[in-house]
């Protein structure tokens, strides 16, 4: 049966061809119309409307210049003004060129839109308004103003030129409106008539045709004049091809209109708009076409400039006072034929390309291409398919058979069908009663089928049949039973895995098809395969699936009215998690993509192909040429970069101010039949790895950028998901501050390392602080040690010696003993005279930190010693020491010495200090034998003199080098830095600031 109702769907499309309704729609009300009032974020006022060359709508408004994408509004304001007191603009003009072209008020003349701003034209003297622009095809600027006697002027190689009563103008009169005819010729509508200008002329000529207050001129298709006046709209004699003003022509007579304006449509219709607060359209003028008017509550709020513009895409925009307006055709309209319906609506198809649509008290019929007809009044229960081309309808207890229309049979039942029913193959008639009971009807009777479904189960709520008539029901939207001779197949919503709610369900020729909450399953013979929403959101909600005859599958679904091929969708089964192409359509008035309100099928194609659905309003029918696919890519442009101080055009490379990093780009894609449908992806370079979805949104928004050279890009994707893959870029460079350069970064790494230094210099000096305190606290305990030994031991020593010298005088007479006794007696005196010197030793250095005093004491010590010479040197200024590393470097001095007079048999020692700003040097050096390499490397065993000097060092931070010289002899050299062992002083300062800071 199906591939019946499809060859007889291509009959009837064919048959139907002369007489389908064409996909235009016949009224204004059919158009989608969208608006643009200050609340909504739009102008307060549009004098004129025009369509640049890019695809831009600019809009002449109080507010100054309006540039709109279909989504945003962007103003300009005209040179020389700010936005407060700019003039107000009252006509426009798109150049061929791209530029686009203002008349000013408030004698402001004219100013041209390039390269991002408002340049003056330089007019001179001019008329208070500028009421008119127009472009000839010598690419010269006419310019109509309110000024008497001279009301035009024109543009041409850089200069304004006056066109007045010499070229054939009255003298006082007033231009209305003008245009340029497609073979150059300029018409002007002035007083109560008509005037042209053939190209090359210099004088205009009267054409004779009366023009009765405020004009409007509009161009055909064909190039033809037609004029709007008082009195309603007629097309122009062709004056030039031999026609005269007496020869009829197409006359729309419309009383009440006042300073009308009228635009052609790319589809042959005439569209005006009226001072008098009224839109009209004439469908077909030329053949005499319907006029339709529409006035929105509170009217479309224009005033006496109110305006209409047709683009290049077929969206009629009209402006006024209170904002803008923009009238959309789909090709999806609600059926004016059958009213509104609360109650309910049914639909079923005969498989011959005519569909029925019941409400809750009539039933009509929709031939192909015809309009709905009612064919019979009644209570109606419910309506469904029936064998060979008929229908069926219910009623109270009833069935009526109808075929094309008309009633061919009647039955009676016992009970009354709740929703719809089904025909099976075998002609048996089964429905559902208000019991929930599942009846059929069969050789001439009805009964109940108590045992077709497991006992137990959901109840069954709706009725459906599959291609070949047989039943299916659904069972309280969790699952589905279909009948197979007087037995039944059940699929639980858990067998089929599509969700918790059932939503639709469908045969066709690739398998069942059915709808729930989580996935789109498919049953095909024992197998079930199914689509899952999470991976495909656009299935989401679908309440019906319609095959079309070319070959496309049609749902409504959340996502609006979805299409897509048919052979897509039956591969999707076998790779469920792959992309499945297809367009979603949602924002389009009339399109509830809500969940069913009503029961039954849903949508159906009719025999000429439009597609018929039940929503919200109503029954709506889609145009075979409404929704269909738009292989254009959009264009896309960036609009702007935004700082947090200053807004940027998007032209040419910007070089924002340095410190910058939050920012906004502003973007957008010209797609005006659907600008709220465009979807976008953009990426910054850099910043971004890969490209961000950003859906419908127009800004990107970037913070914490780093300085240097970016390059932005965004893509965009119309309403059918064609994308524009070259899209458009803008490259912007944040020039770096000086803590972001090089020199900076160089600057702070010196820095550290400076502090690194000062940080590791400071630590030596807290370790040397706690080493001198430590050797302070030695010093003490020796001197506490040498006082102890010279005033107990020595000075009993030196007692006990005494009384040994008063025994030597008793033993005078044993001359032996007495000299043993005196050898003794030396001996002991030898002892207390080195035991003093080794206290003497254990005391600090009596000069304190005077190292030059200390060094004089050593000399002259060493001198009296006798046969050899001992010698100073001094170079730069003497420094005050600290007492104990003065102590330090004096025991060094001391023990070099020592060891040159007792062990080098030296006879020459040169002692020599230096001082300098950052160290200090001692050095003493002798001309003797030198030291044995090993005894310099190891030391002596049981000598600890060359040991103790070097470790002396160490404790000054500094170091004892101790060397034998080329010549013979020994080198003490004692290296020592000036912040240690110096007084005071920067160095000492910077490494006792710890102490000072923490103390």
């Known amino acids: 049966m199906f591939r019946q109702y499809l060859a007889g769907l291509s009959l009837a499309l064919l048959l139907a061809t002369a007489g389908m309704a064409a996909p235009s729609p016949r009224t204004i009300d059919q158009f989608q119309h969208t608006r643009w009032t200050p609340r909504e974020g739009g102008p307060w006022g549009v004098n004129d409307i025009t369509q640049s060359r890019d695809g831009f709508i600019w809009l002449a408004s109080p507010q100054g210049l309006i540039r709109f994408d279909g989504v945003a509004f962007d103003t300009f304001t005209p040179p020389g003004h700010e936005p407060a007191t700019a003039p107000t603009l009252a006509s426009i003009l798109a150049t061929r060129s791209g530029e686009i072209w203002v008349g000013l008020g408030g004698f402001g003349g004219v100013a041209a839109f390039r390269d991002g701003r408002m340049v003056d034209m330089v007019m001179p003297d001019p008329a208070y308004q500028v009421t008119s622009l127009a472009e000839d095809l010598d690419g010269s600027i006419w310019a109509a103003s309110t000024r008497l006697g001279a ?20 003298a006082n009169d007033i231009i209305g409106e003008m245009i340029v005819a497609p073979d150059g010729a300029l018409w002007v509508a002035i007083n109560r008539t008509l005037l042209v200008l053939p190209r090359g002329a210099k004088r205009f000529v009267e054409t004779g045709v009366e023009a009765i207050g405020g004009v409007g001129l509009a161009i055909d298709p064909r190039g033809r004049v037609w004029v709007a006046d008082g009195r309603g709209v ?31 449509a790319p589809d042959g219709s005439l569209w005006g708009s009226t001072w008098s607060d009224w839109l009209f359209r004439i469908r077909d003028p030329e053949k005499g076409g319907e006029v339709s008017r529409y006035r929105s509550a509170g009217g479309l709020r224009s005033d006496d400039f109110g305006q209409v513009f047709v683009d290049r895409d077929g969206v009629t925009w009209v402006g006024g006072l209170g904002g803008l307006d923009s009238f959309v055709s789909t090709g999806l309209v609600k059926d004016e034929t059958i009213p509104f319906s ?46 060979k081309g008929s229908v069926w309808v219910g009623e109270e207890r009833l069935f009526r058979r109808i075929v094309d229309g008309m009633v061919v049979q009647t039955i009676r039942t016992a009970t009354t069908a709740v929703g719809n029913c089904a025909e099976d193959p075998e002609g048996r008639l089964w429905w559902i009663d208000d019991a929930s009971a599942i009846n059929v009807y069969e050789g001439g009777r009805s009964r109940k089928l108590a045992t077709l479904l497991p006992s137990g189960g959901d109840q069954p709520w709706e009725t459906f049949s599959d291609i070949n008539g047989r039943p299916i029901f659904l069972l309280e939207n969790r699952a589905i039973a279909r009948v197979r001779g007087l037995t039944a197949d059940v699929w639980s919503n858990q067998r089929l895995g599509v969700g918790a709610i059932l939503d639709a369900v469908q045969d066709s020729p690739s398998g069942l098809f059915v709808a729930g909450s989580s996935a789109l399953a498919r049953i095909r013979g024992d197998r079930i395969q199914r689509l899952e929403v999470r991976r495909h959101p656009w299935l989401r909600g679908v309440r019906a699936i319609t095959w079309s005859p070319d070959g496309h599958v049609q749902m409504l679904s959340r996502a609006g009215l979805v299409r897509l091929k048919a052979a897509d969708l039956d591969r999707a089964f076998d790779h469920p998690d792959r992309p499945i192409a297809h367009a979603a359509r949602s924002q389009l008035d009339g399109l509830s993509p809500g969940a069913r309100r009503y029961g039954g099928l849903q949508a159906a194609y009719g025999g000429d192909g439009r597609y018929w659905f039940i929503a919200g309003p109503g029954l709506m029918r889609l145009q075979p040429g409404g929704l269909v696919h738009n292989p254009s890519p959009p264009p896309v442009i960036i609009r702007s970069l935004s700082t947090e101080t200053r807004t940027y055009p998007a032209t040419g490379v910007i070089t924002l101010p340095k410190g910058v990093t939050n920012l906004t780009i502003a973007y957008s894609a010209l797609n005006l039949r659907a ?32 300085p240097g050279k970016h390059r932005f890009q965004v893509i965009a994707a119309n309403e059918d998901g064609v994308w524009n893959n070259t899209g458009a870029t803008l490259t912007f460079t944040i020039p770096k501050t000086f803590v972001q350069t090089n020199l900076f970064l160089a600057l702070c790494a010196l820095a550290l390392a400076i502090l690194a230094w000062l940080a590791f210099r400071l630590r030596l000096r807290a370790v040397g602080r706690q080493i001198r305190a430590r050797m302070n606290a030695r010093l003490a305990e020796r001197e506490r040690i040498a006082r102890e030994l010279h005033d107990t031991l020595l000075q ?36 207390v005279g080195e035991a003093r010197d080794r206290v003497r030793e254990l005391r600090m250095s009596p000069t304190g930190g005077d190292l030059e005093a200390a060094l004089d004491k050593l000399q002259q010590a060493a001198s009296t010693l006798g046969g050899r010479t001992i010698r100073r040197e001094t170079i730069g200024r003497p420094r005050v020491l600290d007492s104990t590393a003065c102590d330090e470097i004096s025991q060094i ?12 048999d030296a006879s020459e020692i040169a002692i020599r200090s230096v001082y300098g700003p950052l160290t200090l040097q001692v050095s003493v050096a002798d001309n003797g034998v030198g030291i044995p390499a090993d005894i310099l490397r190891e030391g002596r065993e049981g000598h600890f003199g060359l040991d103790g ?42 490494r006792a600031w710890p102490e000072r800071h923490h103390g």
């Open 234 to 264: 007629k097309r122009v004699p062709d004056i030039q091809r031999g026609e005269s003003s007496a020869s009829k022509q197409p006359n729309y007579v419309l009383e009440g209109i006042r300073r009308p304006r009228i635009r052609f």
């Open 675 to 706: 600008p709220a449908m465009a979807k976008f992806r953009y990426k910054l370079e850099g910043v971004d790895r890969d490209w961000v979805d950003p859906g419908q949104r127009r800004e990107a928004f970037y913070a914490n950028l780093p």
């Open 949 to 990: 000097m070097r470790e002396r060092g160490r404790r000054l931070e500094g170091r004892v080098k101790i060397e034998n010289g080329p010549n013979g002899g020994t080198r003490v050299t004692v290296k020592a830095p000036g912040g240690v062992v110096y007084e005071s002083g920067l160095l000492r300062w910077l």
């Open 893 to 904: 001095v001391r023990e070099a010495l020592s060891n040159a007079t007792r062990h080098a």
């Open 796 to 831: 009993g020593v030196q007692g006990l010696i005494l009384q040994f010298h008063l025994v030597a005088e008793d033993l005078s007479g044993k001359q032996a003993d007495r000299a043993s006794l005196d050898r003794v007696l030396d001996d002991a005196d030898s002892f």
């Open 151 to 170: 009301p035009l002027r024109r543009y041409s190689r850089g200069r304004w030129e006056v066109i007045d009563a010499a070229w054939g103008l009255p």
């Open 342 to 387: 609360s109650d309910s609506y049914q639909m079923a198809t005969d498989g011959q390309g005519r569909i029925y649509a019941l409400t809750a008290d009539t039933a009509y019929l929709i031939r192909p291409g015809a309009s709905p007809t009612a064919i019979l009044k009644s209570g109606f229960r419910g309506v469904c398919p029936g064998q």
